[in-house]
């Protein structure tokens, strides 16, 4: 419409210059813009801008007469309306909002005659050059705007930031996008894209290229290495910074194979934020390498705590403290996150911990989204996890679920509470399988002879509750679990009673 109006404008301003034959009147009458147009005995009519045939302008023109708004040269008897039998009553300033229909009309017989006339050559070369500027006006002014609206839609949806706009740089990390900081009253958004961007709030995204990974990792120093797994090695790294983080370095002899797990914990990482899962800071897949770069956890796993390794061995409110915390990352992935992602690998080597020993989530390496339809209630899907993690209906059916995170948390927590590994081939027979014997020490009612013998005394009935829920969670049947929000809610209802029973005693 704005081109329109323009190219209106343009044509009435270059009509007096070029053509006195051409007659033009415009009036603006409260909300409307109306003008008319006579060339050479042609009549134009225009509403707002836009052309309109004479029906449409005469019923508009009605109106604003009986508002007293009149279009100079151009009254309500030129449309053959009776001037004295206008409805006054009618409201001015109105514009009609439907069209009526077109009747058919001839022009008036004096114009007709008029049309019959010669016209001068300077006065034909005038009416070209004005309709010639109209109608460049009209049909190239809207194109521009056109593709000005195109070119604007384009830089709004294209986000410079993206991994699609950045251009390729030779063995360059990729950063990851800006993230809402968690608090534990709100579970921030996650980002709606895999984009890019050049810093994190509280811990800065990386940039580097392989020389600078080779330094920070002095050339991948076995004194750096803080961990290995099915993926590969992770390295403790210092960046020129000063700035620590670890870096996963894939296996070379597993190069190909990794390509899924390795993709996987890119993308679900790059799309999750929250205080109890480790945050992904850049990657890189150039050539014969692929890095993740995490925030560094400085404290070690869980697994390492439970073993003693660090010098201190875990009390009660420690343990069930990172029992909450894990049930809270994981309730973020299954609930919260963009799209449900079901971890598949939850174990105490996968837990890191802070220097104040909060707990984080690690190694998305197996994680896969969940199903993408509402009525779909699992993915199928090839076993994959740890074995004494493995949800036996997983295994059973190949259909997962976010039940099978909640089994293996509910392995977790016999373990946290017990110290044992899932497995322990070097005990007796009838205690080589942790859960199985946990179990039948809970049914004969020794829940106390079940707990780390390295911890402290904790109240009969606080333990009985959590052993309770540990075998919930780990119940054979997955419609016998329940949902892993559901699971920290009462972890948080146990705590309260610990504090309570903690303050009596």
Not at 15 to 42: M, W
Not at 48 to 57: A, R
Not at 307 to 330: C, P, S, T, Y
Not at 387 to 399: A, C, I, N, R, S
Request: hydrophobic residues 35%; contains cysteine; aromatic residues 8%.
């Amino acid at each position: 419409m704005a081109a329109s109006m323009f190219g209106l404008l343009l044509f009435m301003q270059l009509s007096t210059f070029f053509a006195s034959g051409i007659k033009v009147k415009s009036k603006i009458c409260g909300a409307d813009h109306i003008a008319y147009s006579n060339l050479y005995g042609t009549e134009l009519f225009y509403l707002n801008g836009n052309q309109v045939d004479k029906v449409l302008f005469c019923k508009v023109l009605q109106l604003h007469y009986a508002d007293h708004c009149e279009l100079e040269g151009y009254s309500g008897a030129n449309c053959g309306l009776d001037v004295s039998l206008v409805d006054l009553s009618v409201g001015g300033g109105r514009k009609l909002l439907q069209e009526p229909k077109k009747e058919d009309e001839g022009p008036d017989d004096d114009l007709k005659g008029k049309n019959n006339g010669k016209y001068p050559a300077s006065t034909k070369v005038g009416l070209g050059a004005a309709a010639g500027v109209l109608l460049t006006c009209v049909f190239i002014c809207p194109c521009l705007y056109r593709k000005k609206r195109a070119t604007d839609h384009t830089v709004l949806s294209k986000d410079a930031n993206s991994i699609d706009s950045a251009a390729p740089l030779e063995m360059s990390i990729h950063s990851l996008p800006e993230k809402v900081p968690a608090s534990p009253l709100r579970i921030p958004p996650s980002p709606s894209r895999f984009s890019m961007s050049p810093q994190l709030n509280r811990i800065r995204s990386v940039h580097l290229n392989m020389t600078q990974v080779a330094r920070a990792t002095r050339n991948f120093s076995s004194a750096l290495k803080i961990g290995e797994g099915g993926f590969g090695t992770v390295y403790k790294a210092q960046l020129d910074s000063g700035q620590i983080v670890a870096i996963k370095r894939a296996k070379k002899e597993h190069f190909e194979n990794l390509q899924t797990e390795f993709s996987s914990e890119v993308e679900l990482l790059a799309k999750i934020d929250h205080r109890n899962l480790v945050k992904l800071l850049g990657y890189v897949d150039k050539g014969n390498e692929r890095l993740i770069i995490t925030e560094y956890v400085p404290n070690g796993t869980l697994r390492e705590h439970l073993d003693g390794q660090h010098g201190k061995i875990l009390d009660f409110n420690q343990r069930l403290e990172i029992a909450i915390d894990v049930a809270h990352g994981l309730t973020y992935l299954h609930v919260y996150a963009e799209k449900q992602i079901i971890h598949r690998d939850v174990k105490s080597s996968n837990i890191l911990l802070t220097e104040s020993m909060r707990a984080k989530v690690a190694d998305f390496g197996f994680a896969r989204v969940g199903p993408m339809d509402s009525d779909r209630t699992h993915i199928s899907t090839k076993v994959k996890g740890t074995v004494g993690y493995l949800d036996p209906e997983y295994m059973k059916t190949y259909q997962l679920t976010t039940k099978s995170d909640v089994y293996s948390f509910g392995i977790l927590l016999i373990e946290i509470l017990t110290g044992r590994r899932p497995v322990e081939l070097r005990r007796p027979v009838e205690e080589r399988v942790t859960p199985r014997w946990a179990f039948n020490k809970y049914n004969e009612g020794h829940v106390v002879e079940l707990v780390d013998p390295r911890m402290e005394v904790v109240d009969a009935e606080i333990l009985t509750k959590m052993f309770a829920l540990a075998f919930q969670c780990a119940a054979p049947v997955r419609s016998d679990r329940p949902e892993m929000k559901s699971v920290g809610e009462q972890l948080w209802a146990i705590r309260a009673d610990y504090v309570k029973t903690s303050s009596r005693g």
